[in-house]
Nanobody, 124 residues
């Protein structure tokens, strides 16, 4: 089992920045890729970014490319999402997720473990 806990969400004005963190515990040695997803009210859960096991490879949704940066610190069992130049459209609940076998998966239904989510609200 793996437990994931997100933190760092909040209210920020458009153009501002936030840094989300995801702390992993349990069988963390089994984790391969880790990803960030987000879900706005009334919408599906969308892929945001994913990082490989070593941290050497990343992939971003087009909507956040150039503004968000995903990173991980395996020694601390943590993953991060630095979000810059935030827009009102970025408002959503952000979830971290762990994948136990794939390299850079982007499909939410293939992930094995999920955090409880953290709210990000960007005001205009």
């Amino acid at each position: 089992q793996v437990q994931l806990v997100e933190s760092g969400g909040g209210l920020v004005q458009a153009g501002g920045s936030l840094r989300l963190s995801c702390a992993a515990s349990g069988r963390t040695f089994s984790i391969y890729a880790m990803g960030w997803f987000r879900q706005a009210p009334g919408k599906e859960r969308d892929f945001v970014a994913v990082i490989s096991r070593s941290g050497g490879s990343t992939y971003y949704a087009d909507s956040v490319k150039g503004r968000f940066t995903i990173s991980r610190d395996n020694a601390k069992n943590a993953m991060y999402l630095q979000m810059n130049s935030l827009k009102p459209d970025d408002t959503a609940v952000y979830y971290c997720a762990a994948h136990m076998w794939a390299s850079l998966p982007r499909e939410a239904h293939t992930y094995d473990y999920w955090g409880q989510g953290t709210q990000v609200t960007v005001s205009s």
